[in-house]
T-cell receptor, first 117, second 109 residues
Framework: DTGVSQDPRHKITKRGQNVTFRCDPI?????LYWYRQTLGQGPEFLTY????????KSRLLSDRFSAERPKGSFSTLEIQRTEQGDSAMYLC???????????????FGQGTRLTVV | RKEVEQDPGPFNVPEGATVAFNCTYS??????FFWYRQDCRKEPKLLMS???SGNEDGRFTAQLNRASQYISLLIRDSKLSDSATYLC??????????FGTGTRLKVLA
């Protein structure tokens, strides 16, 4: 499967615990995104990497959240001291701007569904 | 005000009907637009890009009106399998995809 891969697919954790999610983008894609989606809402932008550089972080991303993409390939999203409000679907996406085209779609992974109890 | 706004629906339509969704965007500098489809508890999947001249893909037609800052999606001859949430997306700047809340469509037998 050459699509975006996320692990784990589901995570149940107790409030206060730390969790880490992994995303493997499509191999030639240099752009990687993390989004969060709650029920009835569209995906909300969290952060963006171009290769290994994290170029933007949303204000939604409190200091309990940290994301890395150490070698410009896979990425991790860590949430420390989880809260019930962190319960959501965390989606990873990747894209590659072909020839500088702006009409470049993002491809999404299947997401990690986090439940904080 | 959200940067991309959609009517959340739900739109309940009979099989075979034609249905249209509109979406407005507030950032006049946005250059690229997309429609994604999302099935329940699944990831968004690209349905189609939206070009300035409008584009058609089978039963689906997308249009862009830059003057009024809205995008539309028309689905002809609706199928039961079209039931899903349709997400309108604007590319803000050169890399940030901004999603609307989505419009729920239910096609009824």
């Amino acid at each position: 499967d050459t699509g975006v891969s996320q692990d784990p697919r589901h995570k149940i954790t107790k409030r206060g615990q730390n969790v880490t999610f992994r995303c493997d983008p499509i191999s030639e894609h240099n752009r990687l995104y993390w989004y969060r989606q709650t029920l009835g809402q569209g995906p909300e932008f969290l952060t963006y990497f171009q290769n290994e550089a994290q170029l933007e972080k949303s204000r939604l991303l409190s200091d309990r959240f940290s994301a890395e993409r150490p070698k410009g390939s896979f990425s991790t999203l860590e949430i420390q001291r989880t809260e019930q409000g962190d319960s959501a679907m965390y989606l990873c996406a990747s894209s590659y701007p072909r020839g500088g085209s702006l009409n470049t779609e993002a491809f999404f992974g299947q997401g990690t569904r986090l439940t904080v109890v | 005000r959200k940067e991309v706004e959609q009517d959340p629906g739900p739109f309940n339509v009979p099989e075979g009907a034609t249905v249209a969704f509109n979406c407005t965007y507030s950032n006049s500098a946005s250059q690229s637009f997309f429609w994604y489809r999302q099935d329940c508890r699944k990831e968004p999947k690209l349905l189609m890009s939206v070009y300035s001249s409008g584009n058609e893909d089978g039963r689906f037609t997308a249009q862009l009106n830059r003057a009024s800052q809205y995008i539309s999606l028309l689905i002809r001859d609706s199928k039961l399998s079209d039931s899903a949430t349709y997400l309108c997306v604007a590319l803000s700047g050169t890399y940030k995809y901004i999603f609307g809340t989505g419009t729920r469509l239910k096609v009824l037998a």
